[in-house]
């Protein structure tokens, strides 16, 4: 399967809690329309993402389809149509940035309740090609990051060449998702040497800079 990564702002009029509530109830309730879908997943920046300011997105939507044939049938369907026109009512369109990605699940394990996800968005390194980037990601970092204990769940999203085509820059070259018990569990995995393993060899593919990130509450709309 193939799938789809939506990276959105709110609109400036409408409030965080209004905008989740939206989102999770009746713009679920259009997007499950869309006909293909295989499952279809929200993540709602925490409140606590707010306090220092504005975080780099209010949310990811994670869509999966067959394959980028079920993606391109969508178009001129009345069903796009509708979703298209419902999301303009609590989404700042100019901020939304789509990747049509393929996933790669790192590792496993079972999700206890008020888990939460932490969404990192990656850019290579200038001196790598992609597929060299890639390789590094997922053969090299990915089973460093692995061994990071209190990681519960880990997927990387790679950006599909076709992201790429006729000189294209998608907006990241891909996505990085783990899942932990909780956000402490998250500030302890930076203390241990699995961590510190892994941040050493982030310089090798990596763009320079810090990586934009948000930490998300999970709503699984279609499993």
């Given at each position: 399967m193939v799938k789809l990564v939506v990276c959105f702002k709110r609109r400036a009029d409408m409030e965080v809690e209004p905008f989740q509530e939206y989102w999770r109830t009746r713009h679920a309730e259009v997007a499950c329309g869309l006909p293909g879908i295989r499952r279809y997943v929200q993540s709602h920046t925490l409140p606590a993402g707010y306090r220092k300011g504005?975080?780099?997105y209010d949310g990811v939507a994670e869509i999966w389809f067959d394959d980028t044939d079920?993606?391109?049938?969508?178009?001129?369907?009345?069903?796009?149509?509708?979703?298209?026109e419902d999301a303009a009512r609590f989404v700042d369109g100019s901020s939304m940035r789509t990747l049509v990605t393929d996933e790669h699940l790192i590792k496993d394990g079972a999700l206890p309740d008020g888990y939460v996800k932490n969404i990192e968005f990656v850019h290579r390194h200038q001196d790598l090609e992609v597929e060299e980037f890639r390789r590094y990601w997922r053969d090299v970092h990915g089973p460093l990051a692995s061994e990071i204990?209190?990681?519960l769940r880990y997927v990387q999203s790679h950006c599909r060449r076709g992201g790429y085509a006729s000189g294209r820059q998608p907006p990241c070259d891909g996505v990085a998702i783990m899942w932990f018990a909780s956000t402490a569990a998250m500030r302890e995995s930076a203390r241990t040497d699995a961590y510190a393993r892994?941040?050493?060899v982030s310089p090798d593919f990596v763009a320079p800079g810090e990586i934009p990130f948000i930490i998300t509450r999970e709503h699984v709309v279609i499993a």
């Open positions: 504005e975080p780099v079920a993606i391109r049938a969508l178009d001129g369907t009345a069903a796009l149509r509708a979703a298209r204990p209190v990681v892994t941040c050493a």
